[in-house]
Nanobody, 122 residues
Framework: QVQLVESGGGSVQAGGSLRLSCAAS????????MGWFRQAPGKEREFVAE????????YYIDSVKGRFTISRDNAKNTVSLQMNSLKPEDTAVYYC???????????????WGQGTQVTVSS
């Protein structure tokens, strides 16, 4: 049974930082590209960042470039999202997900976590 479990969410003021982590089990972690998505109230789920299966490449949506950094540790089956200079518009539930190919499309991700709430106040 595949499980992705996010942690690290919380409430911060604008300009602050949070580090999200996602622990994976039940899958060959190093064979999957890992992504982070987010969903704000009343909005569709949005791609945030993805890292390749070996960690050699990553990409981000424009709104988080220079502020967020995705990383992974294949020895520990974890993927992280370091979020700096947070803004109120970053407020959302953040999900990690696993895909067999490099893609920013949510429907191509096979496995999803339950999400962790991030709230940024102004």
């Amino acid at each position: 049974q595949v499980q992705l479990v996010e942690s690290g969410g919380g409430s911060v003021q604008a300009g602050g930082s949070l580090r999200l982590s996602c622990a994976a089990s039940g899958l060959t972690f190093s064979s999957y590209h890992m992504g982070w998505f987010r969903q704000a109230p009343g909005k569709e789920r949005e791609f945030v960042a993805e890292i390749s299966w070996r960690g050699g490449s990553s990409y981000y949506i424009d709104s988080v470039k220079g502020r967020f950094t995705i990383s992974r540790d294949n020895a520990k089956n974890t993927v992280s999202l370091q979020m700096n200079s947070l803004k109120p518009e970053d407020t959302a539930v953040y999900y990690c997900a696993a895909a067999p190919i490099s893609t920013g499309r949510a429907y191509e991700y096979d496995y999803w976590g339950q999400g962790t709430q991030v709230t940024v106040s102004s």
